[in-house]
């Protein structure tokens, strides 16, 4: 009775999704499709949108006779982390996101790797992000014995940070860049992990 007079899904919108592929979501519920509304557990809906590794919050909202409303907060990607097992995305939190296409993301997001790194990564891109868009030009962050990082840029040069104070050697590459130029000059390391130093390596074949 309730199905023949329209109490079945026949609408649903989803809002909030920017990476996440909505059919991921209408899968879910399109299983429920030829049940009447009041017979569908929302609670597993629930629960199985929220399983999904994009979604940071999701929320199902139901609007009588014959339409579902699901909203959603997805995480963000902020690097690519990579292990002797592939490459996975990665967020703020260090939470890993599966996403079987990543050529997307390797045009702009970095490359992290090192042991525990996902769980340092929160942290380390708070400081480099001091300076947005010096920070465009890494190409990868290491973490090295679980202690500090060495940064890589595209450009060719290593920077290697100190295990504390890190924010402080930081402000100081970014110094150097806006000063000397430091990506463009034929450097290929910079050491900062003695706080009372700064050594340089540079490229031989290139004419400084």
Same mark, same amino acid.
């Given at each position: @009775?309730?199905i023949?007079?329209?109490?079945?899904i026949?609408n649903?919108e989803?809002?909030?999704t920017?990476? @996440?592929?909505?059919n991921?979501?209408l899968?879910?519920?399109?299983s429920?499709n030829?049940?009447?509304?009041?017979?569908i557990?929302?609670?597993?809906?629930?629960k199985q949108i929220?399983?999904?590794?994009w979604?940071?919050?999701?929320f199902?909202?139901?609007?009588y006779?014959?339409?579902?409303?699901?909203?959603?907060?997805?995480?963000?990607?902020?690097?690519?982390?990579?292990?002797k097992?592939?490459?996975?995305?990665? !967020?703020k !939190?260090?939470?890993f996101i @599966?996403?079987?296409?990543?050529?997307?993301?390797?045009?702009y997001?970095p490359i992290?790797?090192g042991?525990n790194a996902?769980k340092?990564?929160g942290?380390?891109f708070?400081?480099?992000?001091?300076n947005k868009?010096f920070a465009?030009?890494?190409?990868?962050?290491t973490?090295?014995?679980?202690?500090?990082?060495?940064?890589?840029?595209?450009?060719?040069?290593?920077?290697r @940070?100190p295990h !504390?104070?890190?924010?402080k050697a930081w402000?100081k590459?970014?110094?150097?860049?806006?000063n000397?130029?430091?990506?463009?000059?034929?450097l290929t390391?910079i050491?900062l992990?003695?706080?009372d130093?700064?050594?340089g390596?540079?490229?031989?074949?290139?004419?400084?």
């Amino acid at each position: @009775l309730l199905i023949n007079n329209g109490f079945v899904i026949k609408n649903i919108e989803i809002k909030g999704t920017n990476y @996440l592929n909505k059919n991921d979501i209408l899968d879910i519920i399109s299983s429920y499709n030829k049940i009447n509304i009041f017979s569908i557990n929302f609670q597993n809906i629930y629960k199985q949108i929220n399983n999904n590794t994009w979604v940071k919050k999701g929320f199902v909202k139901i609007v009588y006779p014959d339409t579902i409303k699901v909203f959603l907060i997805e995480k963000e990607p902020i690097a690519i982390w990579q292990d002797k097992f592939g490459n996975r995305l990665v !967020s703020k !939190s260090g939470a890993f996101i @599966l996403e079987k296409n990543l050529n997307y993301f390797k045009n702009y997001l970095p490359i992290v790797n090192g042991n525990n790194a996902q769980k340092n990564i929160g942290s380390i891109f708070k400081i480099v992000n001091l300076n947005k868009d010096f920070a465009k030009n890494i190409w990868s962050l290491t973490f090295i014995n679980d202690r500090r990082w060495d940064i890589h840029f595209k450009q060719g040069l290593t920077v290697r @940070l100190p295990h !504390s104070n890190t924010r402080k050697a930081w402000q100081k590459v970014i110094y150097l860049n806006e000063n000397f130029k430091i990506l463009d000059i034929g450097l290929t390391e910079i050491d900062l992990r003695k706080p009372d130093q700064i050594l340089g390596k540079i490229n031989v074949d290139k004419n400084l």
